[in-house]
Structure formats: C-alpha cells, structure tokens
C-alpha cells in the first residue's frame, strides 16, 4: 500500500519557471515530512523539511507548503535552473511512533531546459 | 561527499549466487539503513540498525539479511540471487534512532543479477 502518492512522475520545466511537486499522505499521523534530492549517480539528500506547526517553509529557492486538512504537501523550487534537475522524493515519518520509518513517495524526475 | 561510504560501487553476477555489501556510516552515525531502488518501485527500505542491533524491518526478503558490527559498519548479505534483485542498493546513516532525523546516504551498490 502506498502510502505516500507523489505526482507527476516526471516534470520538464523551462529555466526560470516554476516547478511544482506535490504528495499527498494518508496517515494522519504523520508530523514529519522532508524532501530528497537525488542527482544521477548519487544517492538523496535531504533538501528541506517540514513539520505540520507551519504551513510553510521556505530555504532560498527552495519551498514546502503544507495543508494539513487536505492531507497534502508540496515542493515548489522557484527560478528553476538545470542544475536542479534531478530525481526529487517526498516522505513522511510519524516523529512520535515506536516505527518511526520514513515512508517515501515514488519520485519525481525534474528537467530544468536551459 | 555525505560521509557514507559503499562498496562495492558495481557488482556483475548470475542468479543463484550470493553476494555481500558493504557500508561504513558518516562518523559518529549509530544508525545505519539499506534501501533498494529500482525504476518502478523507488526507495523501498529494507532494514535499520542501531548500535549493532536491528532496529527496524522493511520490506526485506528472507534471502537477504544484514548486521552492523561493532566497529557500526554495516553488511548487506543478497543470496540466492534472481534476476528481479537487480537494483541500486543504498545505505544511509543518521545520529539518532528514528528515521525522522536527516538520512546520509552513500552512493549505492549497484547490483546486476545476469
């Protein structure tokens, strides 16, 4: 069961656009929610990450935007440029929980066009 | 440069055979975590240590296993190979025990099972 649902699947975005992931959780319990980056070749690290006491989070280009009612979270990376493009991964974890395992969504592979 | 290191990078071998991998945490990371990749199935993860016991089980095949040794380094074990284990394996490190802290991971094993 997929518990994390991340979409699109592949993103291609112009430089200087906006590109927009999105997830959304099921488990209502869920309180921690990061993103990964992962470049060709390398594994993910994390980019940024929120918690459900903010609807917003914000790290240079980088933001997460939060809606706990909808039970959905969202990457928007501003000013895309094509050293973005990589493969992004959302997640969510219950900080609170005996199993507190990151459960992750399926990926999203961003192309910045120069 | 995360810290984490893996080896072997690749790894060519048939069905049937057993293969080990091997991963050493960022200095100071107790916990260590081994996580499949694959095209259709993303970031599925396998198993977590701490401090030399198991943590935490993902969805890990019985012909696999793993231990963290004293030293925290951590071995993969995949027997038994099928040609369906082909996939990038990666290992992740983090201080604490729960997986809602931030994940290190290195640049992965990359087993092909011919």
């Known amino acids: 069961q997929q518990q994390v649902k991340q979409s699109p699947q592949s993103l291609i975005v112009q430089k200087g656009g906006i590109s927009i992931i999105n997830c959304a959780y099921e488990n209502t319990a869920f309180d921690y929610f990061p993103w990964y980056q992962q470049f060709p070749g390398k594994g993910p690290a994390l980019l940024i990450a929120i918690r459900p006491d903010v609807s917003e989070k914000k790290e240079g280009r980088f933001t997460i935007s939060f809606n706990k009612s909808a039970k959905q979270f969202s990457l928007h990376i501003m000013d895309s440029q094509p050293g973005d493009s990589a493969t992004y991964f959302c997640a969510a974890a219950n900080e609170h929980s005996n199993n507190r395992k990151l459960i992750w969504g399926l990926g999203t592979s961003l192309a910045v066009n120069p | 440069d995360s810290g984490v290191t893996q080896t072997p990078k690749h790894l060519i071998t048939a069905t049937g055979q057993r293969v080990t991998l091997r991963c050493s945490p960022r200095?100071?990371?107790?916990?260590v975590y081994w996580y499949q990749q694959s095209l259709d199935q993303g970031l599925q993860f396998l198993i977590q240590y701490y401090n030399g016991e198991e943590r935490a089980k993902g969805n890990i095949l019985e012909r696999f296993s793993a231990q963290q040794f004293p030293d925290l380094h951590s071995e993969l074990n995949l027997s038994s190979l099928e040609l369906g284990d082909s996939a990038l394996y990666f290992c992740?490190?983090?201080?604490?025990?729960?997986?809602?802290?931030?994940?290190?991971f290195g640049e992965g094993s990359r087993l092909t099972v011919l």
């Open positions: 200095s100071g990371d107790l916990s």
């Open positions: 992740a490190s983090s201080t604490g025990t729960g997986n809602t802290g931030e994940l290190f």
